[in-house]
Nanobody
Framework: QVQLVESGGGLVQTGGSLRLTCTAS????????MGWFRQAPGKEREFVAT????????YYADSVKGRFTISRDNARNIVYLQMNSLKPEDTATYYC??????????????WGQGTQVTVSS
């Protein structure tokens, strides 16, 4: 069973950058599709980005394409989300997830506790 812990959230001004880190425990990490999701207050959890087991294939929500980059380091059991050109609408709790992949939260069966990202205008 994989366990996930996110870190790297914080308060940043519009146009700034943050890098989120998701550290996984468990020996099956390198075989898992990993994703990042986010949830703002009063809104449903939404897909942000996903990366396949090797790191060679990535997919992004249109709202973050060109600004965010997902990557992974299987030797260290880490998934990153580099966020550039941040906007106030990116404010949310960001969650790391492991599972079958694609964009639906129901496709992921393991979740971290979340890390808060706040972008001030």
């Amino acid at each position: 069973q994989v366990q996930l812990v996110e870190s790297g959230g914080g308060l940043v001004q519009t146009g700034g950058s943050l890098r989120l880190t998701c550290t996984a425990s468990g020996r099956s990490f390198s075989r898992l599709v990993m994703g990042w999701f986010r949830q703002a207050p009063g809104k449903e959890r939404e897909f942000v980005a996903t990366v396949n087991w090797s790191g060679e294939t990535t997919y992004y929500a249109d709202s973050v394409k060109g600004r965010f980059t997902i990557s992974r380091d299987n030797a260290r059991n880490i998934v990153y989300l580099q966020m550039n050109s941040l906007k106030p609408e990116d404010t949310a709790t960001y969650y790391c997830a492991a599972g079958a992949g694609f964009t639906l939260p129901s496709n992921y069966n393991t979740w971290g506790q979340g890390t808060q990202v706040t972008v001030s205008s």
